[in-house]
């Protein structure tokens, strides 16, 4: 076995491959390793360091002499010469490499400065399993009993807060990134129409004050699909000036229907005004007519933003299995996850889908109260058997990788729609595993949903900044707990999970006020 915080040479087979890369070899479960990585990642421009999680049969491909308890108690770095450097030393010897880091790495070698650094080392070290996020077996390479036994959750948060922090610029850089690319798809698409080949299809990008806050800070359109002569989702109050400018400019008599795919408020505050305005039928599932004759009362932010739907009126029709459409049919298909009474529409002959929201994006990860991820897994696996070439989402997106489609960045995403709805299930089935093992080990809430958003993954540190903000302004009602509570929800009590730093208002009565 190594020993810990000593420099050792040795000969590497001529087959190795390492050239004159440094390797560090560290645990991919980690928080801290995750983020000392992500750093180096970003310093290493000139990629002089190959990064390699610890995987047993990979060890050996390395080096013969390498042990997997050895490599998950600290970090090792082999050096292109043949040196090995362990913990402490193996950071302050990657940290030379990069100026920006050259004086930590040379302090870091002198006493006292080497002796603090080992100290601080030690702890981590002696705290591996405790302070790695492995839940439920997860983890490839610790034992999942091991992890139970040793677990001590002050370490465990202390890691994670440690993750966050050092990953702070990044997330703040991220932010930045985001807000930019919003803005510049909201500016090229602002009170735009798209039509597209062959002029069924064509996307309304709708807005209003103050619903624009919407897509400049958090990235969600607003639009109206006009399908064949059916205008699906038409927008809330706030939205009507603009989606009459796009209804003026359609050409007489040119529409057939309108259409809502499920009762939340961006897509529904304009039905019976389309159907009048148009002189139109209006057309609604049974689920969503029963919610929209009584509509409950939004949160104030929510109202505030988007605004309150109006009762839905007489005359509307319920949706048939199909729809006729100016030259063919549309078939509609119960949805349920996103909320329980959504629908799609599919034309069989086009091979065109159109989610509405049973698909908001493969990582979606603050959804609203009444989503059912369980009953989500389940659409997506009968939306997977459908022949789609097409898959338009309700606010906007496109994922197509058909070549008559023009090339619209942030809008038009070039990717089989098949590939989309997979990696989406495969993700939701990931949560489900976290959550079940998490709950099963008798995690608290707050555990549970850290363990579904680890560091190690990009996605999670890239969209943290959006996801709290969004926590924070909507007070809780879009935030991932609400994405941990979607697996665990029954019809009895919505609450399985108690909330994690959120409130709730409501303006129905004081009864209805909470805040948890």
Same mark, same amino acid.
Not at 197 to 202: D, E, M, N, V
Not at 267 to 272: F, I
């Given at each position: 076995m190594l020993t810990p915080n000593r420099q050792m040479t040795f000969d590497f087979p001529e087959n190795s491959g390492r050239g004159e890369l440094y390797t560090a070899?560290?645990? =991919?479960? %980690? #928080?801290? %390793?995750?983020?000392?990585i992500s750093w180096l990642r970003i310093l290493d421009r000139h990629h002089r360091v190959s990064c390699v999680p610890i995987e047993p049969e990979r060890l050996k491909e390395l080096h013969p002499n390498l042990q997997l308890e050895a490599c998950l108690r600290e970090l090792h770095v082999l050096t292109p010469s043949g040196g090995l450097y362990v913990g402490w030393d193996g950071v302050a010897q990657l940290a030379r490499l990069f100026p920006p880091t050259w004086v930590i790495g040379q302090l870091g070698r002198i006493?006292?400065?080497r002796w603090l650094g080992r100290l601080g080392? !030690?702890?981590?070290?002696?705290? !591996?399993?405790?302070?790695?996020? %492995? !839940?439920g077996g997860a983890c490839r390479v610790a034992r999942p009993e091991s992890v139970r036994k040793n677990s001590l959750f002050s370490a465990f948060w202390s890691c994670y807060w440690v993750g966050l922090m050092l990953r702070l610029p990044l997330i703040v850089l991220a932010g930045v990134r985001d807000f930019v690319d919003q803005a510049v798809v909201f500016i090229r698409t602002f009170r735009r129409r798209l039509i597209f080949?062959? =002029?069924?299809?064509?996307i309304a990008f709708l807005g209003g004050f103050p619903c624009d806050v919407v897509p400049l800070v958090f990235g969600e359109l607003f639009t109206t699909v006009l399908y064949d002569g059916i205008v699906v989702d038409p927008g809330s109050p706030c939205m009507r000036r603009s989606l009459a400018r796009h209804l003026r400019h359609l050409p007489k008599d040119s529409l057939r229907a309108v259409v809502a795919t499920h009762h939340h408020e #961006?897509?529904? =505050?304009?039905? &019976?005004?389309v159907s009048r305005q148009a002189s139109v039928p209006l057309y609604v599932s049974r689920a969503t007519a029963q919610l929209l004759q009584s509509p409950g009362r939004l949160p104030w932010v929510r109202a505030a933003i988007i605004g309150q739907p109006e009762c839905l009126q007489q005359p509307f029709e319920l949706l048939p299995d199909q729809m006729t459409t100016q030259s063919g049919h549309l078939e509609v298909i119960e949805a349920p996850g996103h909320c329980d009474d959504q629908v799609v529409l599919y034309d069989r002959q086009?091979?065109?889908?159109?989610?509405?929201?049973?698909?908001? =994006?493969?990582?979606?990860?603050?959804? &609203?109260?009444?989503?059912?991820?369980?009953?989500?897994?389940?659409?997506? #696996? !009968?939306?997977l058997v459908l022949d789609i070439d097409v898959l338009v989402e309700g606010h906007g997106h496109i994922h197509t990788l058909r070549?008559?489609?023009p090339d619209l960045p942030g809008i038009v995403i070039r990717q089989n729609p098949k590939v989309a709805l997979q990696q989406k299930l495969s993700y939701l089935r990931w949560l489900r595993d976290q959550i079940e093992a998490g709950m099963s080990e008798g995690l608290t809430p707050a555990a549970v949903e850290a363990t579904c958003f680890p560091w190690g993954r990009g996605r999670t540190w890239e969209s943290f900044s959006k996801n709290e903000l969004i926590r924070v302004l909507s007070l809780g009602h879009f935030s991932r707990s609400e994405l941990v509570r979607s697996f665990v929800r029954d019809n009895? &009590?919505?609450?399985?999970?108690?909330?994690?730093?959120q409130a709730r208002l409501y303006s129905r009565s004081k009864s209805s006020k909470e805040t948890p």
């Open positions: 070899i560290y645990d =991919g479960q %980690c #928080e801290i %390793c995750q983020a000392f006493p006292p400065f080392y !030690r702890f981590i070290a002696r705290n !591996r399993y405790a302070l790695s996020k %492995c !839940r080949p062959g =002029g069924k299809l064509s #961006e897509h529904v =505050g304009n039905l &019976n005004w086009e091979k065109i889908l159109l989610a509405g929201d049973a698909f908001m =994006g493969t990582y979606f990860a603050t959804p &609203n109260p009444d989503v059912d991820s369980r009953k989500w897994i389940n659409t997506l #696996e !009968r939306l070549p008559d489609f009895t &009590n919505d609450q399985v999970l108690p909330t994690v730093y």
